[in-house]
């Protein structure tokens, strides 16, 4: 009686389809779909960007760098990137250990801190900086009598900067460093290593890929930022102006080819920073296989 409810059970127990075995018109469906939503939103307009930067020739694509103000803002946006990633660097592997390797009061309340810039528009971001260093603002007494400028100024970009972009090197490590768990760590503690002998050891090779990969999303954002730089800038020409701000600026001006040349420089960067990042995972990946190869089944 067992035997024949068991063969029963096994005859009724559905069996797995596999992806192969989809309608071949659902899985062209579904290709043709996801195509072209991503040429009509981005391959699209990308192209369109580099159509109009070109639109009157080399020369006067290269005649809209030569501005002192582009050149400005080019320069003045590598600068935010330089300080703003390694602060956020900082911050993020801080923040990640914390998180992932104890437990504390207020745990939660942090990660919650972390996401906030996810959540408040950037603008609602600059207009805090604002209300806090500006003339008007809860310090900017104090810093008018010690004649320190942060709003308008070089140091207000660089706190926006570093505020919109905070989250993407923490949010990159505390999954990936919950996941390894606490064991190497304390297996170095008790070997006899001192807490940052065992940083440099143990966790940071294990989360080199992750920080990696923060670090350049971090950099891509921190370089195409406009909400919060705008509202903190003061839009001074030839000295606040980024080059979010500066292609704004060219466009409303009608001077078309340069905002776009402009936009075509600030897109190869996105672009450089994605075949950054697709690089990174395919080293990652590579680094992975051979880290754990696949042990094929011997008869």
Not at 175 to 182: T, V
Not at 254 to 273: D, E, G, I, P, Q
Request: hydrophobic share 55%.
């Amino acid at each position: 009686m067992s035997s024949l409810q068991t063969a029963s059970e096994t005859k009724i127990r559905p069996v797995p389809r596999h992806p192969s075995a989809e309608p071949r018109w659902l899985r062209w469906l579904l290709i043709g779909g996801a195509l072209s939503f991503l040429a009509l939103f981005l391959f699209v307009p990308l192209v369109a960007v580099f159509v109009n930067a070109f639109h009157k020739g080399w020369e006067a694509y290269w005649q809209a760098f030569l501005t002192p103000s582009t050149q400005s803002a080019i320069c003045l946006t590598l600068l935010t990137a330089v300080i703003a990633v390694p602060l956020n660097l900082v911050f993020g592997v801080m923040a990640a250990w914390a998180i992932a390797k104890f437990d504390f009061r207020g745990k939660n309340l942090l990660l919650t801190l972390i996401d906030l810039p996810f959540s408040v528009s950037p603008v609602i971001a600059g207009l805090m900086f604002v209300l806090l260093f500006g003339r008007q603002g809860w310090f900017g007494a104090w810093l008018d009598e010690q004649e320190i400028k942060i709003i308008f100024a070089v140091p207000g970009i660089v706190l926006a900067s570093v505020f919109v972009t905070f989250p993407f090197v923490a949010r990159e490590l505390i999954p990936l460093m919950q996941s390894q768990g606490r064991d190497e760590e304390e297996a170095a503690t008790v070997l006899g290593a001192s807490g940052w002998k065992t940083f440099w050891r143990v966790t940071l090779p294990n989360i080199k890929w992750g920080l990696v990969y923060g670090v350049i999303l971090c950099n891509a954002r921190a370089m195409g930022e406009f909400g919060a730089v705008s509202v903190v800038s003061g839009h001074i020409s030839g000295l606040t102006n980024t080059m979010p701000l500066q292609i704004e600026i060219l466009y409303n001006e009608y001077n078309f080819v340069a905002a776009f040349a402009v936009a075509s420089l600030l897109a190869m960067l996105a672009l450089v920073t994605l075949g950054i990042k697709t690089l990174v995972e395919s080293q990652h990946a590579s680094a992975l296989r051979h880290k754990h190869p696949v042990q094929r089944p011997t008869s």
